[in-house]
């Protein structure tokens, strides 16, 4: 176990709770915060599903998990993270929302407490320039589902000391993960070069070049990837897709990060993907359908 001892979480989304998660049943004393008493009930009953589920297949034993549980808890204050060593920040893409919190926070916590953002396509940068810790400051990408994905992309920028970075990576092995060290650009490793390739999905769908099932089944078949592109941004989601591209176009001005029209079309339209029922698949449907798109 790295030197960390208490674990906060900002958010109690997806992919904050899974970061909670994997922090308790890591060892870590884990709070997590986000806006209401709600939110952090859904996060905690998901918890516990997601946790049962590994009890039953045999890999985690039922006492561990009811010691992980047991070093979880939730609020709706931002202060108590105050105590934490390492806080972990998963909320929605908004600069201005991340910043309001990490400024709050920048002023609570004791001088040693690490800052880490989970972001997906901000730099990092963007965020420790809003504190008095820049050299404190990391980047923590982790995949979803967290407690699934073996990956995390331990992100340093100019100004972030090498111990820092060095703590920042033991805590991300510690949690069993596998850790790749990643420079400050938007989008990182992983969404640098993916985020390219799927919206390139996207234009091979508007200029005909094969139907949505025969790209999947060619790039899953040909590549071995474990899903085809469009069933991938269904699962991601559209509007998450169309939010990132956004921003790594505004980074890069590269025309291959620009979000096509049918992406923008369909985020207009309320077609996500699979949380809201229809993307490129129709998920009312069993098994799912192409959805129609009008093209």
Same mark, same amino acid.
């Given at each position: 176990?790295?030197?960390?001892?208490r674990?906060? %979480?900002?958010?109690?989304?997806? $992919?904050?709770?899974?970061?909670?998660?994997?922090?308790?049943?890591?060892? !870590?004393?884990?709070?997590?915060?986000?806006? /209401?008493? *709600?939110? =952090?009930?859904?996060?905690? #009953?998901?918890?516990?599903?997601?946790?049962?589920?590994?009890? *039953?297949?045999?890999?985690?034993?039922?006492?561990?998990?009811?010691? @992980?549980?047991?070093?979880?808890?939730?609020?709706? #204050? %931002?202060?108590?993270?105050?105590?934490?060593?390492?806080?972990?920040?998963?909320?929605t893409?908004?600069?201005?929302?991340?910043? #309001?919190?990490?400024?709050?926070?920048?002023?609570?916590?004791?001088?040693?407490?690490?800052? @880490?953002?989970?972001?997906?396509?901000?730099?990092?940068a963007?965020?420790a320039?809003?504190?008095? &810790?820049?050299?404190?400051?990391?980047?923590?990408?982790?995949f979803?589902?967290?407690?699934?994905?073996p990956? %995390? *992309? %331990?992100?340093?920028?100019?100004?972030? /000391?090498?111990?820092a970075? &060095?703590?920042?990576?033991?805590?991300?092995?510690?949690? =069993?993960?596998?850790?790749?060290?990643?420079?400050?650009?938007?989008g990182?490793?992983?969404?640098?070069?993916?985020?390219?390739?799927?919206?390139?999905?996207?234009?091979a769908?508007e200029?005909?070049?094969?139907?949505?099932?025969?790209?999947?089944?060619a $790039?899953q078949?040909?590549? =071995?990837?474990?899903?085809?592109?469009?069933? +991938?941004?269904?699962?991601?989601? +559209?509007?998450?897709?169309?939010?990132?591209?956004?921003?790594?176009? #505004?980074? !890069?001005?590269?025309?291959?990060?620009?979000?096509?029209?049918?992406?923008?079309? $369909?985020?207009?339209?309320?077609? !996500?993907g699979?949380?809201?029922?229809?993307?490129?698949?129709?998920?009312?449907?069993?098994?799912?359908?192409?959805?129609?798109?009008? +093209?």
């Amino acid at each position: 176990m790295s030197d960390v001892k208490r674990v906060g %979480v900002l958010g109690c989304g997806l $992919m904050g709770s899974g970061i909670a998660q994997v922090a308790a049943t890591a060892g !870590y004393e884990t709070i997590a915060r986000d806006v /209401s008493k *709600e939110i =952090g009930e859904r996060a905690r #009953a998901g918890i516990e599903k997601s946790l049962a589920k590994f009890v *039953e297949k045999g890999k985690l034993p039922a006492a561990d998990r009811d010691a @992980a549980l047991k070093r979880l808890s939730f609020t709706t #204050a %931002v202060g108590d993270l105050k105590s934490c060593d390492i806080i972990i920040e998963a909320v929605t893409e908004d600069l201005e929302l991340k910043n #309001a919190l990490w400024k709050e926070l920048d002023g609570l916590c004791a001088p040693p407490t690490i800052f @880490a953002s989970n972001t997906s396509s901000l730099t990092i940068a963007a965020m420790a320039a809003a504190t008095k &810790r820049a050299d404190r400051f990391v980047g923590l990408h982790f995949f979803n589902p967290v407690p699934l994905m073996p990956l %995390v *992309e %331990v992100v340093r920028t100019v100004t972030t /000391s090498d111990e820092a970075f &060095r703590r920042a990576f033991a805590f991300a092995k510690s949690l =069993g993960k596998e850790a790749v060290a990643a420079k400050d650009n938007s989008g990182f490793i992983v969404n640098l070069l993916l985020v390219p390739y799927l919206l390139d999905a996207i234009r091979a769908v508007e200029h005909g070049v094969a139907t949505i099932p025969d790209i999947d089944k060619a $790039m899953q078949l040909g590549c =071995g990837y474990p899903m085809g592109p469009l069933t +991938l941004l269904d699962f991601v989601g +559209l509007d998450t897709t169309y939010k990132i591209a956004e921003i790594m176009f #505004a980074e !890069y001005k590269q025309q291959h990060y620009a979000p096509p029209p049918l992406l923008k079309r $369909m985020v207009l339209a309320g077609m !996500y993907g699979k949380k809201t029922g229809k993307g490129f698949y129709d998920y009312s449907a069993t098994p799912p359908a192409v959805a129609n798109l009008g +093209l």
